[in-house]
């Protein structure tokens, strides 16, 4: 019989492996919605380093 940390890692593998196929199938799709939040977030990277750099440097 397999111990029971082992049968919590077999449940973990198989929960990150459908995961990984939901997520896939949700940008197969819908990749607009994909799209629109990696858009989202690249226009939001340069104005959160301001603030921080402005905050930590001063300016």
Do not use: Y
């Not at 019989?1 to 799709?29: E, Y």
């Not at 819908?30 to 300016?59: C, H, Q, R, Y």
Request: without cysteine; glycine residues 10%; charged residues 15%.
């Amino acid at each position: 019989m397999l111990d029971q940390n082992t049968d919590r890692s077999w449940w973990m593998i198989g929960a990150v492996i459908v995961g990984a196929l939901l997520i896939g199938l949700a940008k197969v799709a819908f990749p607009e919605v994909f799209n629109l939040v990696i858009t989202f977030f690249k226009s939001m990277i340069p104005k959160g380093l301001d603030t921080i750099l402005g905050a930590f440097w001063g300016f």
